[in-house]
T-cell receptor, first 114, second 113 residues
Framework: AQSVTQLDSHVSVSEGTPVLLRCNYSSSYSPSLFWYVQHPNKGLQLLLKYTSAATLVKGINGFEAEFKKSETSFHLTKPSAHMSDAAEYFCVVSPYSSASKIIFGSGTRLSIRP | DTAVSQTPKYLVTQMGNDKSIKCEQNLGHDTMYWYKQDSKKFLKIMFSYNNKELIINETVPNRFSPKSPDKAHLNLHINSLELGDSAVYFC????????????FGPGTRLTVL
């Protein structure tokens, strides 16, 4: 069985400060892990993905995430928040199988204070 | 060019009606998906489909059925609409499997009165 838990439903940071969005997962197989971003009234867009290559994954817009197998975590970080980062962020797990079921976390809403 | 498109963007209908949402992708992908996003932003996969296999999430009522006339299209048909079907429905596609990046459509907001 697999699952994904986003530990914070809402994170608020000041512009220019670091961002940390937390995600823990469980999977019976070696999973692929993703972070997607959803801006208001829009579809989802891929930020980055981990597929068993480098454990530190760099994505778009300055975001990165580190895969830590021992902690079963895949936290999303950004050194300096920008107002345009305000959105909903989803951590996603998908095992390495063509007939598998993809699971989305419950989402973390990121707010940026001026 | 829009990679994944959905129509309509908004759909308002009465309980008991039957409705369809259309999805098209021009990425040449093999696999398409339908997701339901509820009012709390929770996303759940409903179906994944490629030219070989339809995978249905067992929690989806059989009032919901995907129909794929060809590889580039996966439409969602809903019979006997209920109030609880109100949500935003997203179509997505990926090159081959769910471990590939998914590209999402803009969503269809369904409101059942």
């Amino acid at each position: 069985a697999q699952s994904v838990t986003q530990l914070d439903s809402h994170v608020s940071v000041s512009e220019g400060t670091p961002v940390l969005l937390r995600c823990n997962y469980s999977s019976s197989y070696s999973p692929s892990l993703f972070w997607y971003v959803q801006h208001p009234n829009k579809g989802l867009q891929l930020l980055l993905k981990y597929t068993s290559a480098a454990t530190l994954v760099k994505g778009i817009n300055g975001f990165e995430a580190e895969f830590k197998k021992s902690e079963t975590s895949f936290h999303l970080t950004k050194p300096s928040a920008h107002m345009s980062d305000a959105a909903e962020y989803f951590c996603v797990v998908s095992p390495y199988s063509s007939a598998s079921k993809i699971i989305f976390g419950s989402g973390t809403r990121l707010s940026i204070r001026p | 060019d829009t990679a994944v498109s959905q129509t309509p963007k908004y759909l308002v209908t009465q309980m008991g009606n039957d409705k369809s949402i259309k999805c098209e992708q021009n990425l040449g992908h093999d696999t398409m998906y339908w997701y339901k996003q509820d009012s709390k932003k929770f996303l759940k996969i409903m179906f994944s489909y490629n030219n070989k296999e339809l995978i249905i999430n067992e929690t989806v009522p059989n009032r919901f059925s995907p129909k794929s006339p060809d590889k580039a299209h996966l439409n969602l048909h809903i019979n006997s609409l209920e109030l609880g079907d109100s949500a935003v429905y997203f179509c997505a596609s990926s090159a081959r499997t769910s471990t590939d990046t998914q590209y999402f459509g803009p969503g269809t907001r369904l409101t059942v009165l």
